[in-house]
């Protein structure tokens, strides 16, 4: 089992350019998380989904939107990228939504200039 | 006010020693609580859950103190792949989401 997956692990993005970040899992799981790690900060929470079909808000999602594709995979996108987006975005999932043992990806660094 | 803070660190210890990190939160209605472990460039794992009797696992203890709204992680005999940062998560049971520290960064050293 691979776990979960990102892609990509690194991006340079110039400012007002679109991206998605893709995150796939294959542990079954009902909950999909996106996260951004930025120095002193930890992490904080963008979006989640709860169970397939369904997605909220986080702490911090403005300049982002996600689709939960099926069950498998959650994506992030950034429609007009701000040097205030760089950032590293982990990816994770959990069995169920409150479970408190999430499994996370390798990560994405992402530079926007 | 951070909702969960920790001492950055670096927290620098030679091989063997005893170190301790603690962690402070600002909700008392913070139901749950945890250690993950980040290796340096690397995605977060879960370490340990805390429970108010303090567990144990091997040589890492975790203590919950409610009344003072800390939790602590204590590690002995420190080895070299002890090496990481070590992050505090609180939930609250009604947000049910895992609200993360910044990290505390331990280097064990040879």
């Known amino acids: 089992n691979a776990g979960v997956t990102q892609t990509p692990k690194f991006q340079v993005l110039k400012t007002g350019q679109s991206m998605t970040l893709q995150c796939a899992q294959d542990?079954?799981?009902?909950?999909m998380y996106w996260y951004r790690q930025d120095p002193g900060m930890g992490l904080r929470l963008i979006y989640y989904?709860?169970?397939?079909?369904?997605?909220d808000k986080g702490e911090v999602p403005n300049g982002y939107n996600v689709s939960r594709l099926n069950k498998r995979e959650f994506s992030l996108r950034l429609e007009s990228a701000a040097p205030s987006q760089t950032s590293v975005y982990f990816c994770?999932?959990?069995?169920?939504?409150?479970?408190?043992?999430?499994?996370f990806g390798p990560g994405t660094r992402l530079t926007v200039l | 006010r951070k909702e969960v803070e920790q001492d950055p660190g670096p927290f620098n210890v030679p091989e063997g020693a005893t170190v301790a990190f603690n962690c402070t939160y600002s909700n008392s209605a913070s139901q749950s609580f945890f250690w993950y472990r980040q290796d340096c460039r690397k995605e977060p794992k879960l370490l340990m859950s805390?429970?108010?009797s303090g567990n144990e696992d091997g040589r890492f203890t975790a203590q919950l103190n409610r009344a003072s709204q800390y939790i602590s992680l204590l590690i002995r005999d420190s080895k070299l792949s002890d090496s990481a940062t070590y992050l505090c998560?609180?939930?609250?049971?009604?947000?049910?989401?895992?609200?993360f520290g910044s990290g505390t960064q331990l280097t064990v050293l040879p």
């Open positions: 542990m079954n799981h009902n909950s």
């Open positions: 998560v609180v939930t609250l049971s009604s947000a049910r989401q895992l609200t």
């Open positions: 989904s709860a169970s397939e079909g369904t997605t």
């Open positions: 805390v429970y108010s």
């Open positions: 994770a999932s959990s069995d169920w939504w409150g479970d408190n043992e999430q499994f």
